[in-house]
């Protein structure tokens, strides 16, 4: 019991922090990017490699696979900026699917659908994190850094600009500000974060393939956000632990796991629809008065 | 002193010349109309000059330099603002938020120091908020400072619009029908504000159609028609020019 307790708040955690980036380029700079387990995929396969082929020291291995998310968040900002956002949002699509196609395909790198087995477990000084409970703390310590981080530049003048550019772009570069410029941060830092949540999973599963970080996911994460509230920074993480916390309980009560892996994408579409009809703003999100 | 000017200024939407070979100067100090019928290609100088539109031909210079071409967000820190005839204010931040934005606030924006709240970090944010309390109060805004922008009425909205363009500390204030839609107390509030910018030491190009405030304010008018400068000159020469009067003055405003 108390194993599966800790389970769902490692995998809670895990998609707080994705939750939490991906507001932080939809919810404030609004950036509608629908490419977030692409972040999530590239941090977790580059996380996987690095420590497979190369056994750097785990701060590093993780610096390192947050910079290679981060530079595809560059990749993919820099030539979609100038769309229109409905075209934007299918560039980020297409990213997303090209990712995952990546994963899928280049068999002499990431060997396919076979996937990455034997990731090792994360040692940090010497101190392994190799059960539950620590690595539990370890997935909570990058929840509350990551929320340390966003919430710090959430609150500067960097965050209420990237909040002007979500209001009108137009008006922005009428007051000096480079758009282009903080749309790309807003994007780099979005994927760098999502990358921690990547590499985080890969080691907990010890076992990563493309199936994971298909393009759907983008909308699951998507989901969490708008269901917990964009622009806020409770939200993100309220919808990330309603919407682990759904299926991980209907698994609990004893239902198949066949049935639970299709429940979810029901219970997913029904607390959307619920949340758009009834609550607009999220469950903790603000309405503006 | 030569502040702004344009040399045959053309823009051509595919076809459609909407402005023609447009020449303007506009000299230190000086407060600038830039009237015409609707559509006359107004709006689309603004644009222009202030690097929102690309150019299909001509010159643009600010200060003695050539700025056409650039950036919008250059030309700005060049030290050109602008407002827009229908207001673009950032509806879900507050009025102080919507002027504070428009600070030059170089340690804000970076990502190490907003991380670390170093000293000089918060120094700059407590002078920015000093100064956009200022600026607030110059238009008169300074109890709505925490008000939502977009709970705000019309005029006011337009207000805000202003303190933000002054905010950005420029040399030269592009306002984009200032006076459109309001009463005649907020017209004459704005009417005011201007005199006081100009006292400034602020130059000022302004479009409007109220042709009381054009006559009441203006050193110089530039009339514009179908995209064409069909004159230009003081108030007094512009009232009584037939052109104009045919173009544009017969009708009440």
Known sequence: MANFILHVIIMMGIYAILSLSLNFMLGYAGIISICHSAFFGIGAYAGALISLKLGLPFVIEMFLACSIAGLCGLIIAAPTLR????????????????????????HSLTRGPLGLPGIPRIEIFSLAFDQLW????LVLFFVALTIACLASWIRSPLGKLLMAIREDQVAVSAIGKNVAFFKILATVISSFFAGIAGVLLAHYLTFIDPSTFVIQESFIILGMVVFGGMGTIAGPVAGAITMVFIPEALRFIGLPSFYAAHLRQVMFSLLIIMILLKRPQGLLGKKLE | MILLETKGL?????????????SLKVKRGTVTALIGPNGAGKTTVF????????????????RGERIDGLPPHRIVRSGIARTFQLVRIFPRLTVLENVMVALRTPRGESLWESLVKTRRLREEALENHKKTLEYL?????????SQYAQNLGFGQQKLVEI????????????????????????????????????KQGKTILFIEHDMRVVMGISDWIYVLNYGEKIAEGPPEEIKKNQRVIQAYLGSES
């Open chain 1, 134 to 137: 620590s690595y539990a703390c």
């Open chain 2, 163 to 198: 303190a933000r363009a002054m905010a950005t500390e420029p040399e030269l204030l592009l306002l984009d029908e200032p006076t459109a839609g309001l009463s005649q107390d907020m017209t004459t509030s704005i009417q005011n504000l201007i005199h006081g910018l100009k």
């Open chain 1, 83 to 106: 769309l229109d956002e409905d075209y934007m949002s299918l560039a980020t699509y297409a990213f997303g699917v090209i990712v995952y196609t990546v994963l899928s395909n280049w």
């Open chain 2, 10 to 22: 053309c823009k051509n939407f595919g076809g459609i010349l909407a402005v023609r070979e447009f």
């Open chain 2, 47 to 62: 644009n222009l000059i202030t690097g929102h539109l690309p150019i299909t031909r001509g010159e643009i210079f600010f």
């Open chain 2, 137 to 145: 109060v110059q238009v008169g805004l300074l109890e709505n400072k």
